[in-house]
């Protein structure tokens, strides 16, 4: 967006700040995305899950609702539509049948393949201009950041903190 002499809208004292940087990348990056893939329904805005379940089949909701970061009820919605959608399932676990554990089907192993694939060239697109090395800088400041929040998190949840 352009400020009234042409140039880009600033967002004064948060210019520099990481997670002001982080979203804002977040939201380009997937809508930029979600242009390149047409006909998915819900799946291009879940495929981080979608990926997380393909890698780790059967895992508890809790567990999948931990590993992205999101609270249990709200993972619960978005299941609820991934599996109307037919791209996931969900069973009674067979350790705790009070859980359930998620599984893909066989068309959401299709779709999160298709997807992956045109995540990958999304990817080069989003990287055109780093070197080797300037990716795997950002990627590993990523997990650092990553780690720390989740160290907070686990604290916070831990002491009774919302």
């Not at 009234?4 to 004292?13: F, H, I, P, T």
């Not at 890698?55 to 991934?82: C, F, M």
């Not at 089907?105 to 990817?123: F, N």
Request: charged share 30%; glycine share 8%.
């Amino acid at each position: 967006m352009e400020d009234q002499n042409g140039g880009e809208l600033k967002a004064g004292s948060q210019e520099r700040s990481i997670a002001y940087k982080l979203r804002l990348a977040q939201i380009m990056a997937y809508q930029a995305f979600e242009e390149q893939v047409k006909g998915f329904g819900a799946a291009p805005r879940y495929l981080g899950l979608l990926c997380v379940i393909r890698a780790n089949p059967g895992q508890t909701q809790t567990k999948l609702a931990e590993a992205i970061a999101l609270q249990r009820s709200s993972l619960v919605t978005i299941l609820d539509r991934l599996e109307a959608d037919g791209l996931l399932e969900r069973r009674s676990s067979e350790t705790d049948r009070r859980a359930k554990s998620v599984w893909l089907t066989p068309e959401g192993e299709k779709v999160v393949r298709t997807l992956v694939e045109q995540a990958d060239q999304h990817e080069q697109v989003l990287c055109e201009t780093l070197s080797a090395e300037q990716r795997n800088e950002v990627l590993n400041g990523l997990e650092t950041i990553i780690a720390n929040l989740r160290r907070k998190i686990g604290r916070s949840s831990e002491a009774g903190e919302p």
